[in-house]
């Protein structure tokens, strides 16, 4: 697809790639139609004997992120198969964003949503990556044995 044209102040516009067509780990073909991205953490604040906030902690941060697409396929057969449930937990890799943090693996936390109504079907993911990479990479490798 040719890129848009813009005049004045360059903004990112839209679901932009980095040149190659945006992945997602295990679906062959279709059509993005959203992501969005939050970036979550557990505060906890301690208090003086007044009840004021004197410090406040962050931890265990993360971005969780929606995904939302339109299954696609060669064929009506084909993009009914991109139509499948997810398993709990399982990594899921993102590559080819525009903007770098949606890439690289994420965990599936659950929420995934299949809507078939009149119109295309639309179907959405709920991800979670880790800010600190070591954290990241034990929760998306599956343990064995």
């Known amino acids: 697809m040719p890129a848009e044209i813009q005049t004045g102040k360059g903004i990112l516009f839209g679901i932009t790639n980095g040149g ?3 992945t997602l780990s295990g679906i062959a073909t ?3 139609e959203a992501g969005k991205a939050a970036h979550k953490f557990k505060l ?3 208090q003086d004997e007044n009840d004021a906030d004197v410090a406040l902690i962050a931890t265990n941060a993360h971005l969780e992120l929606d995904v939302t697409w339109t299954a696609s ?4 057969a084909a993009a009914a198969a991109t139509a499948a449930i997810v398993t709990p937990l399982a990594k899921v890799t993102l590559a080819n964003f ?3 943090a949606f890439n690289g693996d994420w965990i599936y936390v659950g929420d995934e949503s299949i809507d078939l ?3 295309a079907a ?3 993911l709920k991800l979670r990556k880790y ?3 070591t954290q990241n990479s034990l929760l998306t490798t599956t343990v064995s044995g």
């Open 98 to 100: 525009k903007v770098a």
């Open 44 to 46: 906890t604040e301690i």
């Open 122 to 124: 639309k179907l959405g």
């Open 117 to 119: 109504s009149h119109g």
């Open 131 to 133: 800010d600190d990479a």
């Open 20 to 22: 190659s067509a945006i």
């Open 30 to 32: 279709f059509i993005l």
């Open 73 to 76: 396929g060669a064929t009506r």
